[in-house]
């Protein structure tokens, strides 16, 4: 089976739950993210027409190149939901098979998937027939470290048209702790010819080249990486340039950024859910400040710009 090619850039922003709106897509693009990911979406849900389902999808034509991922269980209502897309703007299409929810695995959804390799099979057939996009598949090691389906399930990828495999370095078991299993990437990067992007504690420059070394894949995925920290994007462009460390960013810089993402927010969600919504980011850019617990807690009392924006010129 032939597939559609799709150049992916070597680093990509992974999709995020909850976390890679519009607002996240677009303040990552200022700082060197060439590709990037929307927050996975259930096809039930988006055929049923759940209007905050929709919204996780809104983009603009700066959010550019794009990829929508989806969580499925089942063929035909994968299909509606390739049919409905086909009016959206994006540049390919994933079939999330790594999410380790219990409410989402233990359904048949996410990594639910690599215990049912039949079914996956039928999911990624649909996928390739019936989407007008390149389609890839995201997946884990497998569901524990006695079933490492990796390598089957890629070779199936391949064999059925798709353009890519993801693959985060973690078994279902693991969820987001413990060792990065940097051999099975290989084996999976070994055993076909589509590319093979790897995701897996991405958290600098140096782990970033540790990744490209040690599985040669063929690109990374940043994810908890570019919680508060968009800077990663340049920070591992310039180690695998120049293989040297880029200075931290200063706190007055760091103030400017979480102001920025601050306006997107607002700008995207209106005020009051944009400030809500921006308290998690807000932790995670305290992290770098001093006195980052009593920043953190401020940081959750704002209820309007203006007082965050207090809060935020405090930092030091
Ligand atoms: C908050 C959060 C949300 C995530 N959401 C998704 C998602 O929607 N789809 C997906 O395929 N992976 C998702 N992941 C997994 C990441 O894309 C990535 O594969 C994983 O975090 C390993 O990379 P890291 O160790 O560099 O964080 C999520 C991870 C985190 C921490």
């Not at 990037?36 to 603009?60: D, F, G, H």
Request: net charge positive.
């Amino acid at each position: 089976m032939s597939f559609r090619k799709i150049k992916f850039p070597k680093i990509i922003l992974a999709p995020l739950s909850d976390v890679s709106d519009l607002p996240f897509r677009l303040l990552n693009r200022g700082f060197g993210c060439k590709f990037a990911y929307c927050q996975m979406v259930s096809t039930r849900a988006l055929i049923n027409n759940k209007p905050k389902t929709e919204e996780l999808l809104r983009s603009n034509f700066r959010d550019r190149p794009l990829g929508i991922q989806l969580l499925a269980d089942d063929p035909e209502v994968l299909k509606k939901t390739l049919f409905m897309l086909r009016s959206y703007r994006y540049d390919t299409i994933d079939l999330n098979a790594g999410c380790p929810t219990p409410k989402v695995a233990k359904k048949g959804h996410g990594a639910g998937l690599l215990k049912d390799l039949k079914r996956l099979k039928t999911l990624i057939d649909t996928l390739v027939r019936f989407s007008d996009k390149p389609a890839t598949i995201k997946i884990r090691t497998g569901w524990s470290e006695d079933s490492l389906v990796a390598v089957e399930i890629a070779k199936m990828a391949e064999d059925a048209g798709l353009s890519a495999i993801f693959i985060h370095g973690r078994t279902r078991q693991q969820g987001y702790e413990g060792e990065v299993d940097y051999k099975t990437i290989k084996e999976v990067k070994s055993a076909v010819k589509i590319p093979v992007i790897a995701s897996g504690n991405i958290f600098s420059g140096e782990l970033a080249k540790k990744m490209l070394d040690e599985t040669n894949c063929d690109g990374i995925m940043v994810a908890r990486g570019s919680l508060g920290n968009p800077w990663i994007f340049k920070e591992i462009d310039y180690f695998l340039k120049k293989g040297k460390i880029i200075k931290k960013p200063s706190v007055n810089q760091l103030k400017k950024v979480i102001k920025k993402h601050v306006n997107l927010n607002c700008k995207f969600y209106g005020e009051k859910i944009g400030i809500l919504k921006f308290r998690k980011h807000f932790s995670w850019y305290a992290r770098n400040v001093r006195y980052s617990r009593s920043a953190r807690n401020l940081g959750f009392s704002a209820k309007s710009v203006k007082e965050l924006y207090q809060i935020i010129d405090k930092l030091q």
